[in-house]
């Protein structure tokens, strides 16, 4: 097996374990513990070198913005608002649809 072939199998198998891990969380299960093996997966082959730092950062990117719609950014921005409004003024959260407050 050449670089190509590991490199196109890692990513697959990344592209996997992240798009259900994104999945699950979207469906508001708790995914802390597949979060950090997945993390430790994608870490290890950029130990290993089967994929450069740069191009985990991309997949994770890339992929969380197909499941949410959104970047990373502007989804921790919007649940941090949303947990803000939830502090301050627990009936407007609550007026918020709750499939909006996902």
Known sequence: MNNEEE???????CTTQLVS???ASKEGKN???DKYRVQGFIHAGELLGVISKKQGRALIADLHFQVFGETIED?????SKLEALKESDPDAYIEIPAIERR
């Open 21 to 23: 891990l994104y999945t």
């Open 31 to 33: 995914v802390d513990a």
């Open 7 to 13: 490199t196109s199998m890692f990513i697959e198998a």
């Open 75 to 79: 989804r921790a921005k919007r649940k």
